[in-house]
Every structure is written in structure tokens, then in C-alpha cells.
């Protein structure tokens, strides 16, 4: 079992930066993060390898977010830079044994952008 625990979220203005953290409890291959904004469902942002090597991004936040990791620390990083509003939710950490299959979810961070 691996518990993950966000933290970084919080109100930032447009154009502003945040930079998300999700910690484990223990060894993962692929870590993701997903976001869920009020009334809609949960989408997928971004995710990596266990190498780093290898990176996938939503259309949304191509060129904004950029995801990194520290396997030392069991730590992944989501960067987001040039927050718009259509980014407010909460973003969630996952981990899995692929990185289209995650078994493991953190609780969540909030994420705000005014205009």
C-alpha cells in the first residue's frame, strides 16, 4: 500500500505560477496528476515515468506544466506556470504500475486562479 500526500496548492492570480508536490510513502513506477474542477469530471494532466524519461501532458497544459520527480525523495513535482483561470480544481497525485493504470490517489490540493 502507498499513501501520497499533495501540498503547494492555493490562490494565485492569471498569469501567476504554482509549484505542486505529491509525496509517497514508497517505491512507484508511474506517478500522474489529474485535476477535478466544480461540476466536472475528473481529467488528466500529466504524468511520468520512473526514469523521468518519459513524459505525457494534456493538450490544456502543454507548454504551462511541467512535471518532474525525485526518486531519492519519492517525490514528484508538477510546475505550473501561466495559470489561467480554467485551471482552478483540485489536483490529485496518483501512482500505479503504468502509466495508464493507477492504483494509488492522494487526497488532493486546491488549486485557485483568479482573473
Known amino acids: 500500500q502507498v499513501q501520497l500526500v499533495e501540498s503547494g496548492g492555493g490562490l494565485v492570480q492569471a498569469g501567476g505560477s504554482l509549484r505542486l508536490s505529491c509525496g509517497a510513502s514508497g517505491r512507484t513506477y508511474a506517478m500522474g496528476w489529474f485535476r477535478q474542477a466544480p461540476g466536472k469530471e475528473r481529467e488528466f494532466v500529466s504524468a511520468i515515468n520512473w526514469s523521468g524519461g518519459y513524459t505525457r501532458y494534456a493538450d490544456s497544459v502543454k507548454g504551462r506544466f511541467t512535471i518532474s520527480r525525485d526518486n531519492a525523495k519519492n517525490t514528484v513535482y508538477l510546475q505550473m506556470n501561466s495559470l489561467k483561470p480554467e485551471d482552478t480544481a483540485v489536483y490529485y497525485c496518483?501512482?500505479?504500475?503504468?502509466?495508464?493504470?493507477?492504483?494509488?490517489w492522494g487526497q488532493g490540493t486546491q488549486v485557485t486562479v483568479s482573473s
Open positions: 496518483a501512482a500505479g504500475t503504468a502509466l495508464s493504470s493507477y492504483n494509488y
